[in-house]
């Protein structure tokens, strides 16, 4: 799967979510899981961190070549609370 087709999967699921679309949101939760296995070493680290943490909005958004994709709660100095 290259990243055209990662985006393509991305934009069906999320497309889906908003549908609740069961069959739909489980098939191509299935393909992106499957890929991240299968090519783990080949996907850029960012994309690779948004895919295996399900963050599939963040995922589309690297894609799109957007730079400032919010932090989420898992990482970054935003997100940590203040020392």
Do not use: W
């Amino acid at each position: 799967m290259n990243e055209t087709e990662i985006k393509t999967s991305l934009t069906l699921l999320l497309d889906a979510i908003k549908r609740s679309d069961g069959p739909t949101i489980a098939a191509e939760m299935a393909r992106l899981d499957d890929c991240v296995q299968r090519q783990r070493l080949a996907l850029h680290p960012q994309l690779l961190h948004f895919l295996g943490n399900r963050s599939y909005a963040k995922a589309l958004m690297f894609l799109g070549g957007e730079e400032n994709i919010p932090v989420g709660v898992c990482g970054g100095r935003s997100a940590r609370p203040a020392s």
